[in-house]
């Protein structure tokens, strides 16, 4: 793992762009980042796009999480300046690495007229992708990332971006102090044990909870006995789908099913996935507001960022 000054000693092509400073947060594997960890880097994001002098951020980050890490600098970074993550799928000492081609795509879309206005997003293998949308689909290809249901915002060809999206609807948050609240993420499956969700909410000391479950939004008929626990407790319980495309609404009734558990108060991820939704939630619970309100930002930020 290199230093930042070192990565952009290695990549001489980035002198063509105006790459004033460079500030290393942290030097850590992508499966080892954590929510506080993605919350210093929104902080940084945020006082550097203050700053009148830059144009816009690039931010380098390891490919298990970097959709994570862009979503919530997504909810929490109010501006109009771009910022673009990238990161690589094979590591330097391999043929073709893809490193330095994404490193300098990000830096031509940030210099880009077109970039102003359009939210956080992930630059990688040619591409561009929301960060709301965007998705590992793939444990090691360079073509790994992916937008089911949209597909890339913008394509490049010879280190220059071609928008295929006009500009996207964005929603802010304001920055937590800490993002720190305890939100366990449950994915469901067959034969799942009725006492389970009751035992993690006991083991974490939840105050919400996230559940990846089935097809539109559904999860097996057991589980919803603690559902039904964690909503009489007032913990906000969110549903999202294991499915790549398609995103929760489930017109199925009965124990388990998506219009029982929206019946109970469940709040759908739309395409969001449950790590995505969990950060969502995170947030929300940061700012401390009534539990009707949380709801209800909830609702509006899924349908402004991941509808169905």
């Not at 009534?290 to 930020?301: S, V």
Request: aromatic share 4%; with cysteine; proline share 6%.
């Amino acid at each position: 793992m290199v230093s930042i000054g070192d990565l952009l000693q290695s990549v001489p092509e980035l002198a063509a762009f105006d790459v004033t400073s460079a500030e290393e947060i942290t030097r850590v594997n992508g499966w080892n980042m954590t929510p506080a960890l993605m919350l210093t880097t929104a902080e940084r994001v945020a006082a550097a796009v203050a700053d009148p002098s830059i144009d816009g951020v690039i931010v380098t980050h390891g490919t298990d999480t970097i959709e994570e890490t862009a979503f919530l600098c997504d909810l929490l970074v109010d501006t109009k300046k771009p910022i673009v993550f990238c990161g690589s799928l094979r590591n330097g000492g391999e043929l073709s690495f893809d490193g330095p081609r994404n490193l300098v795509n990000a830096a031509a879309y940030a210099s880009s007229l077109l970039a102003s206005g359009q939210g956080v997003v992930l630059c990688l293998n040619d591409e561009l992708h929301a960060a709301r949308w965007a998705r590992k689909l793939d444990s090691f290809r360079p073509s790994a990332f992916g937008s089911p249901d949209r597909g890339p915002i913008a394509l490049f060809h010879d280190q220059k971006p071609t928008m295929l999206l006009p500009r996207l609807e964005s929603v802010s948050l304001p920055m937590p102090s800490a993002l720190n609240a305890p939100v366990p993420q449950i994915q469901t499956y067959t034969g799942m044990e009725e006492d389970l969700i009751e035992c993690v909410l006991a083991a974490t000391a939840a105050q919400g909870l996230v559940l990846e479950g089935t097809g539109a939004g559904n999860i097996p008929g057991p589980a919803e006995h603690g559902v039904r626990l964690a909503v009489d407790r007032g913990l906000p319980v969110v549903l999202a789908t294991r499915t790549i495309s398609g995103g929760t609404g489930s017109h199925y009734g009965g124990t388990g099913g998506g219009v029982s558990l929206r019946g109970l108060g469940v709040l759908e991820a739309g395409s969001l996935t449950a790590a995505k939704a969990r950060l969502l939630l995170m947030s929300l619970l940061a700012l401390e507001t009534t539990h009707d309100e949380l709801e209800a930002t909830f609702r509006e930020i899924v349908r402004v960022l991941a509808p169905v």
